[in-house]
């Protein structure tokens, strides 16, 4: 008997980046993200000897996956499992695969094990796997906030439904996974904390922007955020230089596009693509300008997505 539960990959807004100092792998800041239809992560678990883990096919030594079992188990009765995870997307190359990945996994062992878990216990147990994922446990627009730490919908997908262009400018593993660079930015940037509490202080307003619908306001605040967060990325020692020459043509041009009238903004994460945020009317004109600059490899649009679900077992 196994269980099988999807979770998509989502998109932050307003950037999580640096850890508190505490156990619980609680964010230094709050986010507000997308989570994203099309992309997705498919784990199937059963009942097994020994933990086994398979990445689309590959059986691999994963430690995150080993550290978040261990964890889980402290609080949760879950037995050894065979685990098989599939994402239709690269891997690794700052399109949030651990996100998806951890969602789909407490998912599928909640209703496996029958933990009965809350989506606030759910995205509780991701978070401490891995920060991002507990914001993909909820489709929509997503917080990740004091004074709790779980997610929740702030907005249905429905309710405001954006396109994401992704331009995937380098496929491969990215140099300097998040855990270790944001604790290198802990440790060695001089802004840092100037990072925290502007962070802080921009929640409410990335949150009203939201609720309002406000695009330009988004498209301002979200560019913001992102900038500063690869500022914080930039001057921590040694400086962590996630983008390319085409992730630069790509934000240089989507301003272009917004001068002229487009509504679309960028955000980047840890790694060389860029996500382009737009609506529904202005997204084929935005994905084609974007796949006409050398050195974008690959061009894919999505919408907004659902929460992660139980799609068999
Ligand atoms: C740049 O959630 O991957 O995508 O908690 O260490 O697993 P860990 O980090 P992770 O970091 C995501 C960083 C980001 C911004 C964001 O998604 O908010």
């Known amino acids: 008997m196994s269980t099988t539960a999807r ?11 640096g850890k508190q100092d505490r156990p619980g792998n609680y964010p230094a800041t709050p986010s507000v993200s997308i989570t994203l239809d099309t992309l997705s992560t498919t784990t199937t678990i059963e009942v097994a000897p020994t933990d086994r883990v398979w990445l689309n096919e590959i059986e691999v030594e994963d430690a995150k996956v080993g550290a978040a079992l261990e964890d889980w188990r402290q609080h949760y009765d879950i037995p050894s499992l065979s685990i098989k995870t599939r994402n239709n997307f690269p891997t690794a190359a700052g399109l949030a695969s651990s996100a998806s990945g951890f969602a789909a996994l407490i998912t599928a062992i909640d209703a496996h094990c029958e933990l009965s878990l ?4 759910k995205s509780d147990l991701a978070r401490r796997a891995s920060g991002s994922a507990a914001r993909s446990i909820h489709g929509g627009f997503v917080t990740l906030a004091e004074p709790d730490w779980q997610a929740r919908q702030l907005l249905p997908k429905k309710a405001w439904p954006l396109r994401v262009v992704i331009a995937i400018t380098t496929i491969g593993p990215k140099a300097v996974s ?3 660079g944001m604790e290198r930015s802990r440790l060695t ?3 840092f904390e100037a990072w925290v509490s502007s962070t802080a202080s921009d929640y409410g307003t990335v949150v009203d922007a939201v609720t309002d619908r406000d695009f330009d306001k988004l498209a301002e605040l979200a560019e913001a955020s992102c900038l500063k967060m690869h500022a914080l990325m930039l001057s921590s020692k040694p400086g962590l ?3 390319h020459a085409a992730t630069v043509a790509c934000m240089h041009e989507i301003r272009a596009l917004r001068e002229q009238g487009l509504k679309v ?3 980047v994460d840890a790694g060389p693509q860029v996500k382009a945020v737009c ?3 202005h997204a084929k004109v935005v994905q084609q300008a974007l796949a006409n ?3 974008v490899e690959e061009t894919i649009q999505v919408g907004l997505g659902q929460g992660a679900t139980v799609i068999d077992g």
């Open 265 to 267: 903004f960028f955000t």
């Open 293 to 295: 600059l050398p050195g």
């Open 279 to 281: 609506t529904e009317e």
């Open 178 to 180: 998040s855990s270790v």
């Open 241 to 243: 230089v996630y983008w």
């Open 7 to 17: 979770a998509h990959p989502n998109i932050a807004l307003l950037k999580y980046w």
């Open 118 to 121: 809350s989506d606030a216990d």
């Open 189 to 191: 940037s001089p802004y």
